[in-house]
Nanobody, 116 residues
């Protein structure tokens, strides 16, 4: 079992920056990748960014590439999402995800609201 706790969400104006954090605990030795997803009201949950836990390879959705940066601190079992140039369309609940082979774990989510 892996427990994930997100933090860092909030209400900001368009153009601002936020950094989300996700701390993993429990069976972290088995984590192979972590990532961020988001879900806006009335929409499906979508992939935003992912990072390989060993090699650090990163992956981004086209909608955030160039504005968001995912990083990790293996020693702290924490993954970050630096979000720059936020837009009202980025408003959503942001969820952290961790994969340990075939299993997938989710955090409780953190709200990000971007006003115009």
């Amino acid at each position: 079992q892996v427990q994930l706790v997100e933090s860092g969400g909030g209400l900001v104006q368009a153009g601002a920056s936020l950094r989300l954090s996700c701390a993993a605990s429990g069976g972290t030795f088995g984590i192979v990748a972590m990532g961020w997803f988001r879900q806006a009201p009335g929409k499906e949950r979508e992939f935003i960014a992912g990072i390989s836990w060993s090699g650090g390879a990163t992956y981004y959705a086209a909608s955030v590439k160039g504005r968001f940066t995912i990083s990790r601190d293996n020693a702290k079992n924490t993954v970050y999402l630096q979000m720059n140039g936020l837009k009202p369309d980025d408003t959503a609940v942001y969820y952290c995800n961790a994969r340990t082979g075939p299993l997938s774990y989710w955090g409780q989510g953190t709200q990000v609201t971007v006003s115009s």
